[in-house]
């Protein structure tokens, strides 16, 4: 899948047909991810009724997952957790530990790369401490603040609309600051990634963000945990031909190591 194709939702079974309690997962999904959302905008995406949405908010509220507003939902949990400036995502975070060091490990003094948002991410971002002459572009707020203060970084950030639960910044506008870059690694994050589906994310926001990094970077290497392996999430980025390198934890199953090598990917087990 080249990378000028338009992102989309997952093929298969229509979205209208998904069963009320998975579509709501996938509601909470994309609103851990987003921090909010309109009623209209989840209609629309899944492909039911505002009444549908409103009833699917309704339970997720009653569940003390989020809050709802005139018009849509947030994330309970954003206010505390921007305050502490923590990530929304927390889990596995041993192993996401052991791929940052080895994903920093890649990197040579005087590189410039670009470092996505998210746990994985940041897991790197903290294991480049200490280095010297590094050029890092971020749409990453929590990355840049751990980086840019240090001796020897320089440190870029995109503009674009701020992503509470990822502490981002996201959308056209995020995307355009890598027009005309050109950098020597991206260390990129995913939801979830599959053979068939490829890399997928619980919404659409980030994925001309994503786009964009790719097109800049001469080497693109994926930082997931191997609990992401084998599964999908909502809207497709693109195949598995988007990135050269894998970087996972010694969880990930023989057999799919050995399909994502025999796709080309290079795996590296942290």
């Not at 994330?75 to 940052?100: C, N, T, W, Y």
């Not at 995913?190 to 980030?206: F, I």
């Not at 031909?241 to 799919?256: N, P, S, V």
């Amino acid at each position: 899948m080249s990378g000028n194709e338009s992102p989309g939702r997952m093929k298969g079974p229509s979205q209208s047909k998904l069963l009320g309690e998975t579509r709501r997962g996938k509601i909470l999904e994309w609103l851990q991810e987003e921090g909010s959302a309109r009623v209209r905008v989840l209609a629309e995406a899944f492909a039911v009724s505002e009444v549908t949405v409103r009833q699917d908010l309704e339970k997720l509220e009653a569940e003390g997952h989020i809050e709802r507003e005139h018009g849509g939902a947030f994330l309970k949990s954003v206010p505390q957790q921007v305050r502490s400036m923590a990530l929304q995502h927390q889990a596995h975070l041993d192993a996401k530990e052991r791929i940052g060091r080895a994903a920093a490990a890649l990197v040579r003094d005087g590189e410039t790369i670009i470092l996505d948002s998210g746990s994985t991410t940041t897991a790197v971002a903290a294991h480049m401490l200490g280095r010297r002459d590094l050029t890092v572009i971020t749409n990453a707020l929590n990355i840049a603040l751990m980086l840019g203060a240090e001796p020897g970084f320089e440190v870029h950030m995109t503009g674009g609309h701020f992503k509470a639960p990822t502490l981002s910044l996201s959308g056209e506008r995020s995307a355009d600051y890598f027009k005309g870059l050109y950098v020597q690694r991206l260390f990129l994050a995913t939801a979830a990634l599959d053979l068939d589906s490829g890399l997928t994310y619980p919404a659409l926001s980030d994925i001309a963000v994503k786009r964009a990094m790719i097109a800049a970077a001469e080497k693109v290497c994926l930082v997931a945990d191997s609990s992401k392996i084998g599964q999908r999430s909502f809207t497709a980025l693109g195949g598995l031909d988007l990135i050269h390198m894998l970087i996972t934890d010694d969880g990930i199953r023989d057999e799919d190591r050995r399909a994502i090598e025999a796709a080309g990917i290079e795996v590296i087990v942290a």
